[in-house]
């Protein structure tokens, strides 16, 4: 979650220094070089694929696939809205390259704005990716994070109730640790009832996707503390194991920032035995 969703615990008391500063979402797209090498999709083949892109899918099918966005011409509601789903996956993957990452996020919403404004109101995961696309764009920028708040949960909101499954329950899981990581009110939107219950909600629906069971094992450690270890050893070996398994092992080294930031926080050591197995 820390690579695409700013952490809000802080930033309003940042706010007061940076009340003078000024930014606005990126302009300049990152440059793809085209290849031969491309899969020949057109853009109605493009569109059929597009629901099997997700975190595991190569960098270089991802950058073909937006190249070809890009060079569509008329911007077809279909491929606006493929451009903010491709522009997502590409800068979540970034950790290094700040500006990289902002410049496919900002592009991100742009297509997600394109396609909301060409009648895509009710596609909920157009609002997903517009949501998720805006976090990384304003991480690093806080006084622009807290003028976006709003936006970020109502997009997420509307998300939630159009295309709740998309992103394997993504609006669950990202509304669910945007009101965990807020302050509470009256300094924030925070509200650890509300993130238990939609996280829980995220795994429930999407028991396969290690990064639901982290997620929820991070909020019940932070919520519930020493009550729910057993519980958050539990989501925590889950996910453990789930990303030592396909599809997930390619992404595995990445994802295992966040379950090892849980798990060391909550003082639990895991292994990679599947209990399940014994």
């Known amino acids: 979650m820390r690579n695409f969703l700013f952490s809000l615990t802080g930033f309003f008391l940042l706010c007061s220094f940076l009340a003078g ?4 979402l990126r302009k300049d797209i990152v440059y793809l070089y085209p290849s031969d090498e491309c899969p020949q999709w057109t853009p109605v083949q493009l569109e059929e694929n597009l629901h099997t892109f997700n975190d595991t899918t190569d960098t270089f099918i991802l950058e073909c696939a937006l190249n070809l966005v890009r060079n569509v011409k008329g911007d077809p509601i279909h491929q606006t ?3 903010a789903h491709l522009c997502f996956l590409l800068a979540d993957r970034i950790e290094t390259d700040q500006i990289r990452r902002e410049r496919f996020a900002s592009e991100g919403v742009r297509w997600a704005e394109r396609a909301l404004a060409e009648s895509a109101q009710g596609r909920g995961d157009v609002y997903y990716y517009l949501a998720v696309n805006l976090g990384i764009a ?3 920028h806080p006084t622009v994070a807290l003028k976006n708040l ?3 949960v109502s997009s997420l909101e509307k998300a939630l109730e159009l295309s709740p499954d998309v992103n394997y329950g993504g609006p669950y899981r990202v509304l669910g640790m945007l009101y965990l990581m807020a302050p509470p009110w009256p300094q924030g939107i ?11 909600e995220a795994v429930r629906r999407y028991p396969e996707y290690p990064k639901n069971h982290v997620f929820y094992a991070q909020a019940l450690w932070e919520i519930e503390g020493d009550a729910e270890r057993e519980a958050v050893t539990r989501h925590l070996h889950e996910g453990l194991v789930l990303m030592n398994q396909e599809p997930w092992q390619s992404v595995k080294d990445r994802w295992m920032v966040d379950l090892n930031y849980v798990a060391q926080e909550a003082h639990i050591e895991l292994s990679v035995t ?3 197995e014994e």
């Open 274 to 276: 599947d209990k399940r």
């Open 190 to 200: 925070g509200d650890g009832d509300r993130a238990l219950e939609l996280l829980q």
């Open 81 to 83: 809205a493929a451009g």
């Open 21 to 24: 500063c000024t930014f606005s």
């Open 138 to 140: 304003i991480k690093e």
């Open 150 to 152: 709003d936006r970020l």
